[in-house]
């Protein structure tokens, strides 16, 4: 394994997009957001991206200069036009739109069209989370959910986030697909000549396999009720931005890179000050956690009782000290787009 300084990373992520020509703030969002995953160990959406979004951007597929246009279409609505933008870029426009609205009438809520993938939903979220603020993020995606009691897949992975400030640490942070399992996680089993749990994943007549070779749409979460959450959000995504529809959505890794995806994306803010003192909030938040984590454990359980997020802010705490861990094979894949990234190694 290669561990690498994230914020010697940072920069360098940063400094290579904007010497393939993306303008200053979308490189900073895409650096931050890949680095700011990565600390907190969603390794499949943070770093391990950054050399297919450069070859997105040399292919054409993700906009290095785009104009993206909002329109504020009523007090506490927007629509944004990505122009094919980076997603983090697009999103991060996005979502400060939404707090923005929220701290004059108490709820911002922005749909995006025609931009990419945005890595983490949680980047976006966190961000409005950090200003005091509930903040939500909704993402479609190319179809890979198999439908329920159907033969192949129609709606995405289509995350679901919602973050809320605490006292003393930070944001409450529910980052969710709405598939059993990451398709990422069927690619690394592939790549290792390993199987797959029954149940996660199908083939081409949806029928479940265990050879991840053979797979070509995952299982919802939780059944017809995971499967319709998937729904859900391509409803606030894809209607919303009058955008296409999963199943009308290029692949991000197989389609050509000249090919742009038109991913769809919708925020949400929400002002709790005018709802309930913000302090008095963050203090009852706090408390229903430790509550939560307070609640004694199974006999034979792995692990302590946890809210979500908590197994990522314990991830960060040891990777801002040791560094990002990659393997051989990825920081391979990253010396190909950005050589000057040996500079970020830590010495162990």
Known sequence: ???????????????????????????????????ETSLRGVDSH?????????RAVEGGRINARPSIRISRTAASAAAVDADHAFGHHAGAVAIDAA?????????????????????????????AARAGFLGMAFCNADALVKVYNGKSSFFGTNPICFCAPLSGEEPFCLDMATSL??????????????????????????????????????????????????????????????????RDIPPMFDAPLSVRRRVSHFFIALDISKFVPLNV???????????????????????????????????????IVEGIPMTDERFADLLGVIPGVAAARVSR
């Open 46 to 54: 943070g770093v391990h991206l950054y050399p297919h979004y450069c």
């Open 99 to 127: 707090v923005g609205m929220a701290r004059e009438t108490g709820v911002g809520a922005v749909s995006v069209a025609n931009s990419s993938h945005f890595g983490a939903a949680a980047y976006f979220a966190l961000r």
């Open 281 to 319: 909030f963050m203090d009852r938040l706090r408390e229903m956690a430790g509550r939560v984590r307070a609640t004694p454990a199974m006999e034979g359980a792995d692990d302590a009782v946890m809210v979500a997020g908590d197994p990522e802010k314990r991830c960060y705490a040891v990777r």
């Open 181 to 246: 399992a990451a398709w990422n996680k069927v690619k690394n089993a592939r790549t290792a000549g390993s199987t797959i749990p029954q149940g996660w994943a199908f083939d081409e007549s949806g029928v479940g396999v265990i050879d991840p070779r053979r797979a070509r749409s995952l299982a919802p979460l939780g059944g017809y009720k995971g499967f319709d959450l998937g729904m859900m959000v391509d409803v606030l995504c894809a209607l919303l931005a009058n955008g296409p529809m999963s």
């Open 1 to 35: 394994m290669v561990y690498l300084h994230s914020v010697l990373l940072r920069d360098l992520l940063r400094e290579g997009l904007i010497t393939r020509g993306v303008e200053h703030f979308a490189a900073a969002h895409v650096a931050d957001s890949l680095v």
